[in-house]
């Protein structure tokens, strides 16, 4: 497991184990490689979409030893068709004539952005999106995996004006209901220092009476 950061406040030092935990993860190497995109994704006939493809590593990217494959897989049980790579010097080429000139790079390598376009969706494009990525000296190579479906028309978007106008009901009756609660717990308290105030007065007024009587009872 990769510590990706060890976090320190002004003044605390390491301890030993912790030290050690460090060093020994250095020397082992690090593997934390993730792959960041959607399931799924739809996209209308004929439009441009965007096939997103993020990573994380424990390492920064390294243009000299960095790798990467997008391929193409029409169902499961198909072979898949790697249409472009990385190269060191020529940076992202396509390997493949499938998509032609449809599909672009538009990703920042830099920020660990491998991102696609693909215009002109037809209904064949349909299939599955793989992103190889290999970033050494971490050892583990991550694969992203997103299902392209290509629709007629898009869904419409929800209406969030409802859910948000019930959130808000229901905050407001929790907060009022918080706030009932508050202040008649703060009343029974207030009622039992009066009782207890009222109980202890009694109490010295027993006392301060039987005191007297029993001064009266002792002069002659």
């Known amino acids: 497991m990769c510590s990706r950061a060890l976090k320190m406040s002004g ?13 020994l993860l250095s020397l ?3 593997s934390c ?8 994704i739809n996209a209308l006939n004929g ?6 493809c993020t990573f994380t590593s424990c390492y920064k990217m390294d243009a000299t030893k960095f790798a990467m494959n997008w391929t193409y897989q029409e169902s499961v049980n198909d072979t898949e068709d790697m249409f472009m790579t990385y190269f060191r010097k020529k940076g992202m080429v396509l390997r493949s004539d499938r998509f032609g000139d449809r599909v672009s790079f538009v990703g920042i390598l830099e920020k660990n952005d491998l991102s696609i376009t693909l215009s002109d969706v037809q209904k064949e494009d349909e299939g599955f999106y793989k992103c190889y990525v290999r970033n050494p000296p971490d050892r583990i190579q991550g694969l992203g995996v997103i299902e392209l479906k290509v629709v007629t028309e898009l869904p419409p978007p929800r209406d969030s004006t409802i859910a948000v106008a019930i959130g808000a009901s229901v905050g407001g009756a929790l907060a009022l209901l918080i706030l009932s609660m508050v202040v008649v717990k703060c009343l029974r308290r ?3 220092q009066e009782l207890i105030s009222e109980e202890k007065m009694e109490e010295e007024g027993k006392l301060e009476a039987e005191g007297v009587a029993e001064e009266g009872t002792k002069q002659p």
């Not at 003044?11 to 060093?23: E, W």
């Open 190 to 192: 207030h009622q039992k």
């Open 33 to 40: 490689m993730d792959v960041l995109m959607p399931n799924a």
């Open 28 to 30: 082992s190497g690090c």
């Open 11 to 23: 003044g605390v030092q390491l301890s030993v184990s912790a030290a050690l935990l460090v060093l």
């Open 47 to 52: 439009t441009t979409v965007k096939i997103p």
